[in-house]
């Protein structure tokens, strides 16, 4: 069974560029979750992916998109950077449909920092 | 929506002490609330994960209650090492699994 992966593990990037992370979950789980974590703070919810569908979204700007793909990995994509966007970007896999009982896995997370 | 605190934000112990994590939350419409540890720059790994029909969870040293009807979860670790040193994280998911996360709890055992 392998664990969930990220990919860069850095990356810095200027204002108004765009970046794109990637996620591999972990195999069998069909739910991908993304977060934002800024110093200092917990991880926000950014948005979920289940069977290559959005699946709820938190409070942020449609400048942040993503896309699941059949075998379940994911991308989160952030055009038109900003200063604020510098953080620690982790994505979560899960196996959905046991009744919101199920436990999410964490990758290592991407730092990107925005200059 | 979902909200989450924990307190106290920082706390450090001399190695061998046993400890108390607190986490509020204020939604107590919640399937599961979660534990997990987050070393300096790293993600997150799961501790325990209490499901709703549970009042308590144990892994080791570890000690996890839930308190629904009050809003609140605890994190006890026995015997401390220097090895916990570590931020504690509590997330309540939401009817999505979509996990609402307090700020932590930084945690320094001194040796």
């Known amino acids: 069974e392998t664990g969930v992966t990220q990919s860069p593990t850095h990356l810095i990037k200027t204002r108004g560029q765009q970046v794109t992370l990637r996620c591999s979950s972990q195999?069998?789980?069909?739910?991908v979750s993304w977060y934002q974590q800024a110093l200092g703070q917990g991880p926000q919810f950014i948005f979920q992916?289940?069977?290559?569908?959005?699946?709820g979204r938190g409070n942020f700007p449609p400048r942040f998109s993503g896309l699941q793909f059949p075998n379940y990995s994911s991308e989160l994509n952030v055009n038109a950077l900003e200063l604020d966007d510098s953080a620690l970007y982790l994505c979560a896999s899960s196996l959905a449909g046991s009744g919101g009982q199920e436990t999410q896995y964490f990758g290592p997370g991407t730092r990107l920092l925005v200059l | 929506k979902q909200e989450v605190t924990q307190i106290p934000a920082a706390l450090s112990v001399p190695e061998g002490e046993n400890l108390v994590l607190n986490c509020s939350f204020t939604d107590s419409a919640i399937y599961n609330l979660q534990w997990f540890r987050q070393d300096p720059g790293k993600g997150l790994t799961s501790l325990l994960l209490?499901?709703?029909?549970?009042r308590e969870q144990t892994s080791g040293r570890l000690n996890a209650s839930l308190d629904k009807s009050s809003g609140r979860s605890t994190l006890y670790i026995a015997a401390s090492q220097p090895g916990d040193s570590a931020t504690y994280l509590c997330a309540a998911p939401n009817t999505g699994n979509q996990f609402y996360f307090g700020t932590g709890t930084s945690l320094t055992v001194i040796p």
């Open positions: 992916y289940y069977r290559e569908e959005e699946n």
């Open positions: 195999s069998g789980h069909n739910t």
């Open positions: 209490i499901q709703s029909s549970q």
